[in-house]
């Protein structure tokens, strides 16, 4: 997912608060894995697990 802000908050909120309606009607576990976002520092309002990756190069 690209960002983390007002949008990206949300649907990171609203796929931990549905996954198991996600899982029934797609049949599968649905697993975000990376979120990109500018500043890794600020106030996300969530908490994640940071990962390693190298910086994008504008």
Do not use: C, W
């Not at 796929?15 to 996600?22: G, K, T």
């Not at 576990?29 to 990962?51: S, Y």
Request: aromatic content about 0%.
């Amino acid at each position: 997912m690209l960002g983390l802000g007002t949008v990206g908050s949300g649907v990171v909120r609203l796929l931990r608060e549905n996954a198991s309606i996600v899982q029934g009607k797609r049949g599968a576990k649905l697993n975000l894995t990376r979120i990109a976002v500018r500043h890794t520092e600020k106030d996300r309002g969530t908490t994640l697990v940071p990962v390693d990756a190298p910086p994008l190069r504008h």
